[in-house]
């Protein structure tokens, strides 16, 4: 199938599509298109949405339609949430109406072998011939705050439009993303899962949110691409105005197998792809974890915020491991400036701590005046680019509670605030079970508090060493 | 200051003491004595606990006593939980009273420099003329859920005695620690935080829990050792019987430095140390998660239980991901065995699902007795020794419920049961925001009740293709 030229406004008919039609909604629990009509219902779409099945007359409340002929009016997108073999009949259908677009769900196309291929191509061919464009097959679709459309499995993502745009070939993926980054403060301008884009593909997408002027962060998870060469000039062009993450599977025998039969992609050389990412200035990163970890190190700080950390905590252990971190990642660990290390030794002058960088403030709780004044030093310092503070939390809250917790947030958004250094806590809760769901709340709300502060928060040690090593690439 | 000889009964007298006194025990709140007082307290250790603290007269509504010399009985082991330059007095009067040890939890010894490094060799002289051992100074104690002794701030850890012991010159990461892997269920024989170890050190302590008959895993974190020759016997030595599991830092040079002025430990090369550990047959490990996560592994699957994983789930990005992960990790994802291949292609006849090493079921949940068929398969494949399900946990639960979640965990103990394989469960808990604080309780139950039922479970892929690589080397 020829691919047609790139326009900016056929895909931006579908990411801002003002009306919806679902072909294939369904009341019915444990059913896909029950799961997603029951999402973009409870998400609440800006514009008119339509339900058509034929065999339901009423769908939690909502009027049904048998088909989208039936519908008051021709809607921009459809969802076709019904099986493969089913969908080309709903496909002529929209080629006869004239719609603008068509996200389609069902798996069972190229990914299933030569008799898949072939649907998936008649599949093509009808839009071609129809003048519109389709996003899949094999895909969630779109998940776009500014309409309120989401044919992701999101009734509870941030209704929040933000500058990140992510692209996904998997559509479990494309959901754990958008609901984790959406939970962090990280909002999206759209998140696109594409599956085995057999018309709008990878490049198309990135092309448009290049260009899209509210994204500044355009994020992707890859399987593979049919055009290496398109890929990149598409990346290098983007990575010049704008910050891109790019999450790449396919480096193994088992992953390549895995791609083959998931979209049917092809993985293509490691090697290739990592000097095709490091020629563009793209950062990769591998996994869910780390890819949002990212989106919110480049939200905070930004890209290339400086490689020289200062640890601190209360405990010498977790300067000792921390330092081992950050010098395998590449970061650097320098010593204090002279100055700042004797203000620093008049500061901290008692059994327990020691100054230096790893700066040990000896116990995770010590008096706020004196906390305060450590951290403000250590983050003047003149050779520190971020300051970085691991609270053993169950420690701290053993000492001092709740309130002692919230104090020590208060002073580093203070710090950050008045230095206009980066600060970045690192706040591990050490409490697993289940009666300690206390802990888990506490934490999440230091974290919400920390992070509308301008303060960082990071999970692990090993997860904020690599976050800041990697958008300083 | 010479080494006296390794005798196990000198430190079984103090992991296993009978009875305890705490000097400088407090009921003033923000102070470490007191927090150390009220976790002893509320933890209810098995034999006599006198507090001690001329200023008070009852703390928590228990008798304090003004000095050692006042107390009923001569306790075996005493706490000094005061300051370093007031420790020497205590220790003196525990010489002429005739404890059997003593733990020093101040600060300010070694650690600080020549003026500290007098103080701790008259400690040690002083326990050397009394006939007394010392555990620390610069550290936490013990925690030995036998005689239901903590030191450590824990009020709330396991009270189950275990096969784990855990030595640590870190305090913070001794208390994480337990904590952490109580909650996880791998129970201890004892966790001792030995600080500066200026009497009993590392090498006393591994030689004890390698004689120690309720241990079967040694753990430890180590910023280094004044003896490489006799850490080494000792470590081939433990490691010919039992399993164990280093966690060393001072890798990098600010990691050194924080080495150096927590412990006053000199990290001496990597190079060395690496090669150390591989041919002694220790499990290098980085971190408290890390270390866990290996616990964990042993505990359900013992030493070297096969390279070749499963992976299996709902969706074709988490193979694809996940064998990326596998093969970075030198674990294989080896072909299906034909006649398993065979099976599984009958049982997983639909759109979506796709048979093979990764094996993709095509959503979260399916049918539960295909779900079982497929699963039973799997494990009995001859070429899996171990098969790894990732749950897309906010997908599932949108799917089908809490029950339905549940549903799934139910398969997998059965599967587990009925196949012998090990079976390991990731489950990502993709909700973080403060609302969502059900999805978190619900991961927590299904994971005891994995745990329980004999599979593993992690909360992230890295983890555990990280642990399984790990327990296999």
């Given at each position: 199938m020829v691919r047609l030229d790139f326009r900016f406004e056929e895909i931006d008919a579908i990411i801002n599509a003002r009306s919806l039609a679902i072909v294939g909604a369904s009341g019915k629990p444990l059913?896909?298109?029950?799961?997603?009509t029951a999402s973009q219902l409870a998400f609440g779409f800006s514009g008119p949405l339509y339900l058509v099945n034929p065999s339901e007359k009423e769908i939690m409340?909502?009027?049904c339609y048998p088909d989208l002929a039936s519908?008051?009016?021709?809607?921009?997108?459809?969802?076709?949430?019904?099986?493969?073999?089913?969908?080309?009949?709903?496909?002529?259908e929209c080629a006869r109406l004239g719609v603008k677009g068509v996200v389609l769900l069902a798996a069972g196309f190229r990914e299933m072998g030569d008799k898949g291929a072939q649907l998936e191509m008649e599949a093509v061919s009808i839009a071609r011939n129809g003048g519109f464009r389709i996003i899949g097959p094999n895909c969630f679709g779109i998940y776009n705050p500014r309409n309120r459309l989401t044919l992701l499995p999101g009734h509870d993502f941030s209704g929040v439009p933000g500058e990140v745009a992510f692209i996904s070939q998997s559509g479990g993926f494309s959901a754990q993303v958008a609901r984790m980054a959406g939970d962090l403060g990280i909002h999206f301008s759209a998140v696109v899962s594409y599956g085995n884009g057999a018309d709008l593909n990878e490049i198309d997408l990135l092309r448009y949110f290049d260009l899209d002027p509210a994204t500044r962060v355009i994020s992707a998870y890859l399987e593979g691409t049919s055009d290496g060469r398109g890929l990149f000039e598409v990346l290098k062009a983007a990575a010049?105005?704008?910050?891109?993450v790019i999450w790449k599977v396919g480096k193994s025998e088992s992953s390549r197998r895995a791609a083959a039969s998931h979209t049917g992609s092809l993985a293509g050389a490691t090697s290739l792809w990592e000097g095709l990412f490091r020629q563009c200035g793209v950062?990769?990163?591998s996994g869910v974890d780390?890819?949002?970890?990212v989106l919110l190190a480049l939200k905070h700080l930004g890209r290339r915020p400086g490689r020289r950390i200062l640890i601190s905590g209360g405990g010498g252990g977790l300067g000792a491991y921390a330092g081992d971190l950050a010098e395998a990642e590449g970061l650097e660990v320098p010593?204090?400036?002279g100055d700042a290390e004797s203000r620093l030794r008049v500061i901290l002058d008692y059994p327990g701590a020691s100054v230096g960088n790893p700066l040990d403030i000896g116990t995770p709780l010590i008096h706020l005046p004196l906390f305060e004044a450590a951290m403000r030093e250590a983050a003047l310092n003149p050779t520190t680019d971020a300051l970085v503070f691991d609270l053993a939390l169950n420690f701290a809250l053993g000492l001092a509670g709740e309130a002692g917790v919230e104090a020590v947030a208060d002073v580093l958004i203070k710090v950050r605030r008045e230095t206009g250094k980066p600060v970045i806590l690192v706040a591990y809760s050490r409490a697993l079970r289940l009666g300690d769901m206390a802990v888990e709340e506490l934490s999440r709300r230091v974290r919400d508090k920390l992070l509308s502060g301008g303060v960082l928060v990071y999970p692990s040690m090993p997860r904020a060493m690599r976050a800041l090593s990697l958008v300083n690439r």
């Open positions: 059913k896909f298109g029950s799961l997603f409340g909502h009027p519908l008051p009016e021709v809607p921009e997108l459809v969802y076709i949430a019904i099986p493969a073999y089913r969908s080309l009949d709903i496909l002529r010049s105005r704008k910050d891109v950062i990769e990163v780390e890819l949002c970890d010593l204090l400036h």
